[in-house]
């Protein structure tokens, strides 16, 4: 149970004369739950980042801090938090020092957010897929030109295993090439299996290479 595992950390903490902080909400986004947790535990500052707006109306503990986060659909609502004194935390493909006559932290300095100063854009870099976002959950301050992720590195044994895995599921009897040329192709043709399609690029670069 999570509640004897607060419990287990707030020993631990205690005994290292230290001070324990709880981000609940890693890929959830129930802050309800923080401010349940927040009043059990008093002695424990939690902290989240929410997109809900309603959470506003809310007086929360004093131990438990919640950010709110911009996204493409919310971006004219949540901008007057600011003027608030609430914060707001925003993805950027590169943080600024303001924005929308906005002061600007850089948040990927600590993820710490309860120790940030009030009424702050809390800018943040975009990991991983996000780096090629293009529905405007990332501000892009800088020219983009869309592009594909990079081709996953796969060895042609992988692809091979691949096409006859799928000339199996549909009964293809083939020879491993021609089983590449026709079912892969017409697997490409209808974009069934994107990941499928990067994978058999680079085998064809392989093959030529």
């Not at 529905?135 to 996953?152: H, I, M, S």
């Amino acid at each position: 149970m999570i509640w004897m595992d607060i419990g287990e950390a707030i020993k631990s903490a205690s005994r290292a004369d230290k001070k324990l902080c709880i981000r609940l909400n890693g890929t959830s986004n129930l802050p309800m739950l923080g401010i349940k947790f927040a009043k059990r535990f008093p002695e424990v500052q939690f902290y989240d980042y929410t997109k809900i707006l309603g959470m506003t109306k809310y007086d929360l503990p004093r131990n438990y801090h919640l950010t709110f986060s911009r996204s493409e659909y919310n971006e004219k609502e949540i901008l007057p938090l600011v003027k608030q004194g609430r914060n707001v935390a925003v993805l950027f493909d590169q943080i600024p020092e303001t924005w929308n006559g906005f002061h600007v932290i850089d948040g990927d300095i600590s993820d710490l957010r309860f120790v940030d100063p009030q009424g702050v854009i809390v800018g943040l870099s975009p990991k991983n897929k996000a780096k090629f976002d293009t529905t405007g959950f990332l501000v892009r301050l800088t020219d983009y030109k869309a592009a594909e992720p990079p081709l996953p590195k796969v060895s042609m044994l992988t692809v091979e295993k691949l096409t006859y895995y799928i000339a199996n599921r549909f009964k293809v009897k083939q020879c491993a090439d021609d089983i590449g040329r026709s079912v892969v192709s017409f697997y490409l043709h209808l974009n069934k299996v994107p990941e499928l399609r990067a994978m058999w690029d680079q085998y064809q670069l392989a093959k030529t290479a």
